[in-house]
């Protein structure tokens, strides 16, 4: 039986997300001397390549720790929905600005009198948050996602975090056209779950059979 097409997640095209990383790294500061705002900068950055490249959800990004970052891997150990632990693996543009961000956080970081290994990855930069290191929340992701999107002229398009994750899961299938290991790097207890991808694989061969042999189809044989 197929899924609803309502329910089959549509990922964004490679273009968008490449225009929504761009809005990340082309934010203007309101000002140049504001530390705070240049540091949430910078962790906005990672966290768009973070997700493009993981395919995490927002709750298991807000509770990544320094702890659970290996450096020699460029990966990272992940809890995710009922305790599930599983491997993800960064790109180098993603690493890369995670390295930048701890870098420019680490006198912050230093001067948190808790041990760096039990910080955040992704912390909080708002006034509120003082000298503390907090975690973010997922709401704060699901809104830089959305003001990102505004200023990359992509708010039409419903990109949120989730639909990162939908597009990570499409690029793993269409590369590997393996559902188990789909399955596992979507942290998927069941293989129902991630079986959407393949209709989305399935809706690409389908379309493209139609565009290469369908004209003649209602034709007989001579």
Known sequence: NQRPPDLVPHPPKPEDLAALVAAAYERPLRREDDEREFLGKLRDIAIVEVLSCTGLRV?????????????????????????????IYFDQQAWGAIHRYLQARQVHDGAAQRPLAELPVFARHDKRAGAKILPLTTMSIQNTIRDLADRADLAAKGITPHALRHYFATRIYQTTHDLAVTQTALGHSSPNTTRIYAKLEDDAVRSAHQKAFGRGQDTEAE
């Open 59 to 87: 709750g298991e990004l807000v509770k990544i720790t320094r702890k659970q970052l290996d450096a020699d891997e460029k990966a990272a150990w992940i809890i995710g929905k009922r305790g599930k632990a599983r491997r």
